[in-house]
């Protein structure tokens, strides 16, 4: 555990730093209250992939997972962040095992809140067995936490998106952010088209991923509960809300949104587009929706989403 | 895996108190620096384990030209390579020792 572990800033003032392009060290430390970021099993630990070295792949020192403690806004916190540029920010068994981890520690601190920057593929293909019992420990881990009252926050809005194991955890978090940038969903786009056939969903389609698993999609549906824009700043005073709007955990909450997925179903069920859904949501002009700055689209999304009646 | 790892003398400790810092990212063409205040402030050692073989008197060309232009006395790099040029290598290897150097950042 040391202090000295962090990159330097990007140049530019804080407000200027792009969340989709900085690494995850440059996330955290203009995210976090500088210079509060405590880093647990840094990279000097080396704590490093044993599958890896069997395929001749390079390791990273921190095996692509940032994990650690911090101030936001003076509240601790715990924080977990992927590398989304390392593997695809890909769950393997030490990347998982410092998340879990970190999820346990939580459940014993009362009342703390856990950030996870997610930015992941899924699964990492060199360790798929161990990264997938790592995404199950991890929901487990994180159900754990938050009905020992621990509050989870994540924050999407990487390059490599959030799919995969890592939107199943994703959809275990108590508040999610997401940017125009963030994806969430499970099967991305490749493996939908390798699967179902081009017709079905034709992943070269960059404007059908986007209206699909984007983060104006998933904001208006209620996949994602706040809406920032790409600047670490938004971010950053994303989260702080986040935190307030984050609701305790109970069986209520999830017959509620059990419900709220229910009559999402039964609403958008017929839906073949996104635009549709839009539409059936009431905005009148759906087409224009991607193209509306983050502002603008904060306010529509707040007229116009579902009622929330306490699910998550 | 090639792993490769240059011994050299350096004229000047490196400034600052910094323990350690870390540069980069293992993806490809890029590379991590770890940077680690360890060693006595004369020496300076260059480890790195990458996937491209076969380019090891690139690498020693350019960590030779490395310590000579920036002195890194007492620190310990530590390099893992996803295939990067060695201009990469080069401003890598100079954003970490100057990172070192950065007290408060």
């Known amino acids: 555990m040391t202090e000295a572990t962090l990159s330097p800033p990007l140049a530019g003032a804080p407000s200027l730093i792009s969340w989709y392009e900085a690494t995850a060290r440059q996330r955290l430390a203009a995210l976090l209250d500088p210079p509060s970021f405590d880093e647990f099993l840094g990279p000097d630990q080396r704590e490093v992939s044993p599958h890896l070295p069997i395929f001749d792949l390079p390791e990273q020192f921190d095996d692509g997972m940032i994990v650690g403690r911090g101030l936001l806004d003076g509240c601790p916190v715990l924080v977990a962040a992927q590398e989304g540029r390392f593997m695809g920010g890909a769950f393997g068994e030490v990347h998982g095992a410092k998340l879990t981890g970190l999820l346990r520690a939580a459940r014993d601190i009362p009342g703390v809140t856990v950030l996870i920057l997610f930015d992941t593929g899924g699964v990492r293909l060199q360790e798929a067995n161990a990264g997938e019992l790592a995404i199950a420990e991890i929901m487990r881990a994180m159900i754990e936490a938050r009905r020992a009252g621990t509050r989870v926050v994540g924050l999407i809005g990487g390059r490599a998106g959030c799919y995969g194991g890592g939107g199943l955890i994703a959809g275990c978090c108590s508040v999610l952010v997401v940017s125009e940038q963030g994806r969430i969903s499970v099967s991305g786009p490749e493996v939908i088209e390798t699967n179902r056939g081009v017709e079905e969903f034709d992943a070269r389609d960059r404007a059908l991923v986007w209206r699909t698993m984007g983060g104006k999609h998933r904001r208006l549906i209620g996949g994602a509960d706040l809406f920032a824009g790409d600047s670490v700043d938004s971010f950053r005073a994303a989260a702080i809300t986040a935190i307030q709007r984050a609701e305790p955990f109970s069986q209520d909450v999830l017959a509620a949104e059990q419900a709220r997925l229910k009559e999402r179903l039964s609403r958008f069920g017929a839906c073949t587009d996104a635009t549709e859904v839009w539409a059936a949501l009431g905005i009148e002009r759906p087409e224009l929706v991607p193209a509306m700055v983050t502002d603008d689209f904060i306010t529509l999304a707040n007229s116009k989403q579902e009622a929330h009646r306490g699910a998550r | ?105």
């Not at chain 2, 020496?43 to 491209?52: D, G, K, L, M």
């Open chain 2, 1 to 105: 895996m090639e792993r490769l790892s240059f011994l050299h003398k350096a004229e000047r400790r490196a400034g600052g108190r910094r323990p350690m810092a870390i540069v980069g990212v293992v993806a490809s063409g890029n590379l991590e620096v770890l940077v680690e205040r360890v060693l006595p402030s004369t020496e300076c050692v260059v480890e790195i384990a990458t996937t491209a073989h076969g380019f090891g008197e690139v690498w020693r060309a350019v960590v030779a030209d490395f310590v000579e232009r920036r002195s890194p006395g007492g620190l310990k790099f530590s390099i893992n390579d996803g295939g990067a040029r060695p201009d990469t290598v080069a401003l890598r290897l100079a954003q970490g020792a100057r990172t070192i150097e950065i007290d408060t950042l």
